[in-house]
């Protein structure tokens, strides 16, 4: 993760050796540190359930 706001993400993500920047927007802007902790463990529920 490279950085977080109230909307969203910025990763870097490696696809065949390159690095290439992604940004991930949030389904809700985010409150406060409390929100952006319960989204991303969701987020991440989420993604597990879909592998």
Do not use: W, Y
Not at 22 to 41: C, G, Q, S, V
């Amino acid at each position: 993760m490279l950085s977080i706001d109230a909307q969203g993400m910025n990763l870097t993500a490696e696809v065949s050796g390159e690095s290439l920047p992604i940004r991930i927007e949030f389904d809700h802007t985010l409150k406060d540190a409390e929100d952006a902790h319960h989204t991303l463990i969701d987020m991440l529920k989420l993604a597990r359930t879909q592998k």
